[in-house]
């Protein structure tokens, strides 16, 4: 292939790490916003409760818009290449995006207030859908040698990056305005302020060359009509083995942010068994927790690219996999009658796993799919785990009251049920650090 088609390492690790930083940024500005302004400014039932429901349920339109998306921008990106298709879904989801901090309230247009919201949420979704298949791919099709998992950690870097600028981007509003206007009208400013990111992702992706992998197999013919379809029926088994090697990552991921955070800013008292119901730390205090333990997630994202082309993926998330079983289980000896200091350890061990897991997956699931279909498989598999991690944050929710009978240990028990899951798939899957993806 001529040097000429090859493109640059560093846009490619800023074209594959700019969308994933938009997709979790979105993710917690979104959250925040559902828990703190959406139930007054975009719905208006009559019971504050209803509208919190209201509110909330927003949130997982996203999680059922998204496998829609891998579908579409799957069978683009395997049909007409990966730079146009990546172009479009960061259009569509940073899009939507800016477009919700634009958005008139409920006392303004009445109920198109909550009705564009959701279509602006499920437009964020489906571009998440296409967003990280298409990230993951620009960063190992184009990666040299021998360093496709260190490659593949760029788009997982976004991660830990947007869940710093989202958490220091709303305590800065708050900090400045105060609460009553972040409510009010300030809350838009993150909403809004993700256009300087849109715009900067596409000016690089705009600027890459197609991947020479992909270029490949476009001159080899292999090219087919229907992506999607083929990987339902003939890349069954390495979709399923993929979405549940992921199950734990999303898992553990929203045990560290949505429990973690619920339960530590839940006012200390005990049930009527005898159970911590939450912590009653100050929500600022906990914030500068996780911005600290977010820090620590991107340092062991790059470790675990390093260590995965080493010593290979399959082994390296063994191993996560079952120190993460055993850090479940231990679960209420931080959070039980937990300080801001356990509350800290806890994030920090968590994150450091997190990391852990969460690096090698942009090269492990590309490299589970032939080049013809790998755009639609990587990004099926990936978005169907986030359907199934997602029911953590309900059974995370319901837990802070279930823990009234049970305790901690319910939740810790989810988390391990879920990573046992993972154990199963990694032992049912194959090495694939060697793999030469024109020849698969």
Avoid at 144 to 168: C, H, S
Avoid at 275 to 292: D, H, K, R
Wanted: proline residues 4%.
């Amino acid at each position: 292939m001529s040097s000429q088609l090859r493109n640059d390492p560093f846009k490619v690790a800023l074209a594959s790490m700019v969308g994933t930083t938009i997709e979790f940024f979105d993710y917690y500005i979104y959250a925040a916003a559902a828990v703190l302004v959406f139930n007054t400014q975009f719905f208006h039932s009559g019971d504050p409760l209803s509208d919190d429901l209201l509110s909330l349920s927003t949130l997982a339109l996203a999680f059922f818009a998204r496998p829609i998306g891998s579908a579409l921008f799957g069978h683009f990106g395997d049909k007409i290449g990966r730079k146009k298709t990546l172009v479009a879904s960061l259009v569509l989801m940073g899009g939507s995006t800016v477009i919700i901090g634009l958005l008139p309230t409920y006392s303004q247009i009445g109920i198109w207030a909550p009705i564009l919201l959701c279509i602006c949420r499920v437009g964020q979704g489906i571009g998440l859908g296409g967003e990280w298949g298409g990230a993951a791919l620009v960063a190992t099709e184009n990666a040299p040698e021998g360093k496709r998992a260190w490659y593949g950690t760029f788009p997982q870097l976004g991660a830990p990056i947007g869940l710093f600028v989202a958490n220091a981007t709303f305590f800065l509003v708050s900090y400045f305005w105060g609460q009553q206007a972040l409510v009010e009208w300030a809350w838009r400013i993150p909403f809004i302020s993700s256009l300087a990111l849109v715009l900067v992702g596409l000016y690089v992706r705009l600027t890459l060359h197609e991947s020479h992998v992909f270029i490949e197999a476009e001159e080899k013919g292999k090219k087919l009509n229907a992506p999607v379809s083929v990987v339902f029926t003939k890349h069954f088994k390495p979709m399923v083995i993929g979405t549940f090697i992921m199950v734990a990552t999303y898992s553990l991921f929203y045990i560290m942010t949505a429990f973690a955070q619920a339960y530590s800013r839940t006012p200390a008292t005990l049930s009527e068994a005898g159970y911590p119901m939450g912590l009653g730390i100050p929500a600022n205090t906990f914030t500068g927790l996780l911005l600290i333990s977010a820090i620590v997630f991107a340092i062991f994202i790059s470790i675990s690219g390093l260590y995965a082309d080493k010593i290979g993926r399959r082994k390296w998330l063994i191993w996560t996999t079952v120190s993460i079983l055993i850090f479940a289980l231990c679960m209420p000896l931080f959070l039980g009658n937990g300080t801001p200091t356990s509350v800290f350890a806890f994030l920090v061990i968590g994150m450091a796993l997190m990391g852990m897991t969460f690096g090698p997956m942009a090269a492990l699931l590309p490299e589970l799919f032939p080049t013809e279909v790998r755009y639609s498989g990587a990004s099926l598999a990936y978005n169907i785990a986030s359907i199934i991690g997602a029911t953590t944050t309900i059974a995370a929710m319901i837990s802070l009251k279930i823990n009234a009978l049970y305790g901690l240990m319910g939740v810790g028990i989810y988390l391990a049920i879920n990573a046992f899951l993972t154990l199963l798939a990694l032992l049912a899957s194959k090495e694939t650090k060697n793999v030469d993806l024109t020849q698969i």
